[in-house]
Nanobody, 123 residues
């Protein structure tokens, strides 16, 4: 069982930055991803990391602006978001996937989810 808890959301003007944190407790996963969702839309994967090898992947919409990282010693994961745009406004979730293939953006492939943290970017 894995428990995840996000923090760090808030309101910021366009062009600003935020850093989201995800505290993880438990074992049995090797893939940690950040998703976001706005009302009426499907959950969208924006960044993920292979927790053992360190490989990272990004959605095209955030590439070059967002950075996912991990602090293995403290079971913490981060999403640094720079040059934020109004279209980045969403509820952001961290999610963990059981050991196995990490090359997926499908929300249903992730077994463990945090409660989410809201990010609002004003123009």
């Amino acid at each position: 069982q894995v428990h995840l808890a996000e923090s760090g959301g808030g309101s910021v003007q366009a062009g600003g930055s935020l850093r989201l944190s995800c505290a993880a407790a438990g074992y049995g996963y090797n893939c940690l991803a950040w998703f976001r969702q706005t009302p009426g839309k499907e959950r969208e994967g924006v960044a993920r990391i292979h927790t053992v090898g360190g490989q990272t992947w990004y959605a095209d919409s955030v590439k070059g602006r967002f950075t996912i990282s991990q602090d293995i010693a403290n079971n913490m994961y981060y999403l640094q978001m720079n040059n934020l745009k109004p279209e980045d406004t969403a509820m952001y979730y961290c999610a963990a996937k059981d050991f196995g293939y990490c090359g997926t953006w499908l929300p249903n492939d992730y077994s463990y989810w945090g409660q989410g943290t809201q990010v609002t970017v004003s123009s």
